[in-house]
């Protein structure tokens, strides 16, 4: 039984920042390597950045590289998404869940409600 909860999200204007979070309870989910993933209306969900169990691996898609930075507290059980330099495409529902990028037969877990960023043009 998980349950992930992402929180932070909001209305930016382009350019602007947002920073959010996912709380995992249930479980711990230190040594599984996590994700962010987005989903813009009308479109498949994708990953945008992945961090490994021990935070020194990262992946982040061409489309948000140098703009968002993945990181993990897993003594809080907790992932962060730090998005700089918002823009309007960027606009989605953002989730959190196990990246597969590195092990694909790892665990998926039911996708929480995710946290929407909006950013206005």
């Known amino acids: 039984q998980v349950d992930l909860v992402e929180s932070g999200g909001g209305l930016v204007q382009s350019g602007g920042s947002l920073r959010l979070s996912c709380s995992a309870s249930?479980?711990?989910?230190?040594?599984?390597?996590m994700g962010w993933f987005r989903q813009a209306p009308g479109k498949d969900r994708v990953l945008v950045a992945a961090i490994n169990w021990s935070g020194d691996t990262t992946f982040y898609s061409d489309s948000v590289k140098g703009r968002f930075t993945i990181s993990r507290d897993n003594a809080k059980n907790t992932l962060y998404l730090q998005m700089n330099n918002l823009k309007f495409e960027d606009t989605a529902n953002h989730y959190c869940?196990?990246?597969?990028?590195?092990?694909?037969?790892?665990?998926?877990?039911?996708w929480g409600h995710g946290a929407p960023g909006t950013v206005s043009s």
């Open positions: 869940n196990t990246s597969l990028i590195w092990d694909k037969y790892g665990k998926v877990w039911p």
């Open positions: 249930g479980r711990a989910f230190n040594d599984d390597p």
